[in-house]
């Protein structure tokens, strides 16, 4: 690239022509009007959602290059769609950006984000931009779902098996490791590149619908209930218990977790990585026992039941082994933004 290009600044093309740069990652097609038309099928029902992500909050330099950035603000708000049992239409974009920002970084944050997109035929199909004292990310995320086939918090029950689709805090041990180098020489080489990579290019969960669609038989009403972990296990299943009025028991033992994890950390230290870490765009589904055996072995690698729904509403971490004792989760022991 021209040095002269990269150097150059926001505040020297301005908003046409920031918006002339961006608009070659949108199809011509779609953008151009005020607003995006996005035709969908039949008997569908559209599921909305949006993500903002803040400079030094969400994202650094530090941590993430802009490809890195673009790719993760795309993965949360797939990953949200994924969640709700939906298929991606398309994404707007608002972008608030200081004047200096080099044209060229926001060049490769849209870079990331179609190169996100694309693995799921799915494309930015607007948005604004606007002066702001903070590189601002707002995205708004657009699916289809069948009504009879949509996932939610609230449809958990006595009796069903809590699944997850993958391990749990491995993008919270890579961001470690990207902030505190010199904890890169306890891992091997293999294994510190995959935990930085699943923190840098996290994989949304789009693959599980066609599975669950695949084992559940055929019925009027939908068996799973679930969300997203990008908060965190602990506060995904929290979450699901309270919007279903039901508790649950989390078998310590059963939670999947990271090889490199042996012989790094303690036990506790991975147990909190993986109830509280966050960022690994999980799924975490409940239902019927024998549904969640055959999704787990069709899943593979990573999945596993980690516990079942009860009645009350207390939320128990629980060593079958007992050589823990049994711990009562909360809200409280997660991240949050306007935590002091």
Same mark, same amino acid.
């Given at each position: 690239?021209?040095?002269?290009?990269?150097?150059?600044?926001?505040?020297?093309?301005?908003?046409?022509?920031?918006?002339?740069?961006?608009?070659?990652?949108?199809?011509?097609?779609?953008?151009?009007?005020?607003?995006?038309?996005?035709?969908?099928?039949?008997?569908?029902?559209?599921?909305?959602?949006?993500?903002?992500?803040?400079?030094?909050?969400?994202?650094?330099?530090?941590?993430?290059?802009?490809?890195?950035?673009?790719?993760?603000?795309?993965?949360?708000?797939?990953?949200?769609?994924?969640?709700?049992?939906?298929?991606?239409?398309?994404?707007?974009?608002?972008?608030?950006?200081?004047?200096?920002?080099?044209?060229?970084?926001?060049?490769?944050?849209?870079?990331?984000?179609?190169?996100?997109?694309?693995?799921?035929?799915?494309?930015?199909?607007?948005?604004?931009?606007v002066r702001s004292p903070v590189t601002t990310l707002a995205i708004?995320?657009?699916?289809?779902?069948?009504?009879? /086939?949509?996932?939610?918090?609230? $449809? &958990? #029950? %006595? =009796?069903?098996?809590?699944?997850?689709?993958? !391990?749990?805090?491995?993008?919270?041990?890579?961001?470690?490791?990207?902030?505190?180098?010199?904890?890169?020489?306890?891992?091997?080489?293999?294994?510190?590149?995959?935990?930085?990579?699943?923190?840098?290019?996290?994989?949304?969960?789009?693959?599980?619908?066609?599975?669950?669609?695949?084992?559940?038989?055929?019925?009027?009403?939908?068996?799973?209930?679930g969300m997203d972990s990008s908060?965190?296990?602990?506060?995904?299943?929290?979450?699901?218990?309270?919007?279903?009025?039901?508790?649950?028991?989390?078998?310590?033992?059963?939670?999947?977790?990271?090889?490199?994890?042996?012989?790094?950390?303690?036990?506790?230290?991975?147990?909190?990585?993986?109830?509280?870490?966050?960022?690994?765009?999980?799924?975490?589904?409940?239902?019927?026992?024998?549904?969640?055996?055959?999704?787990? /072995?069709?899943?593979?690698?990573? $999945? &596993? #039941? %980690? =516990?079942?729904?009860?009645?009350?509403?207390? !939320?128990?971490?629980?060593?079958?082994?007992?050589?823990?004792?049994?711990?009562?989760?909360?809200?409280?022991?997660?991240?949050?933004?306007?935590?002091?």
């Amino acid at each position: 690239m021209n040095s002269e290009l990269s150097s150059q600044q926001v505040k020297d093309i301005g908003e046409q022509g920031i918006l002339e740069r961006l608009q070659r990652f949108c199809p011509p097609e779609i953008i151009g009007d005020d607003a995006a038309v996005i035709v969908t099928a039949p008997k569908q029902s559209l599921v909305v959602t949006t993500d903002v992500l803040i400079d030094g909050v969400h994202f650094s330099n530090v941590t993430t290059s802009p490809e890195d950035a673009g790719w993760r603000a795309a993965a949360a708000n797939l990953s949200d769609l994924a969640a709700m049992g939906a298929s991606p239409l398309g994404i707007t974009v608002g972008l608030g950006l200081p004047g200096e920002v080099r044209v060229s970084w926001v060049e490769r944050l849209y870079q990331g984000m179609t190169e996100c997109l694309q693995k799921y035929n799915t494309s930015i199909v607007g948005g604004d931009v606007v002066r702001s004292p903070v590189t601002t990310l707002a995205i708004t995320a657009f699916g289809q779902v069948n009504p009879s /086939q949509i996932i939610r918090r609230s $449809a &958990a #029950i %006595v =009796g069903d098996a809590i699944v997850v689709t993958g !391990v749990h805090g491995a993008s919270h041990a890579g961001l470690e490791l990207l902030l505190h180098p010199e904890l890169q020489q306890s891992l091997k080489d293999q294994e510190k590149t995959a935990l930085i990579r699943t923190h840098q290019r996290p994989q949304p969960r789009l693959d599980v619908l066609p599975i669950l669609l695949k084992i559940l038989t055929p019925n009027s009403q939908f068996p799973v209930a679930g969300m997203d972990s990008s908060d965190g296990l602990a506060d995904a299943i929290i979450q699901i218990c309270r919007a279903s009025c039901v508790g649950a028991v989390l078998e310590r033992r059963q939670i999947s977790l990271p090889a490199a994890f042996d012989n790094w950390l303690t036990q506790e230290q991975a147990l909190e990585y993986a109830l509280y870490g966050g960022e690994d765009f999980e799924l975490v589904l409940c239902l019927p026992q024998e549904s969640a055996l055959a999704l787990v /072995q069709h899943l593979g690698q990573g $999945a &596993a #039941i %980690v =516990g079942k729904i009860t009645p009350g509403s207390t !939320v128990l971490l629980h060593d079958e082994q007992k050589k823990f004792p049994d711990q009562v989760l909360s809200l409280s022991q997660g991240f949050q933004h306007f935590k002091s």
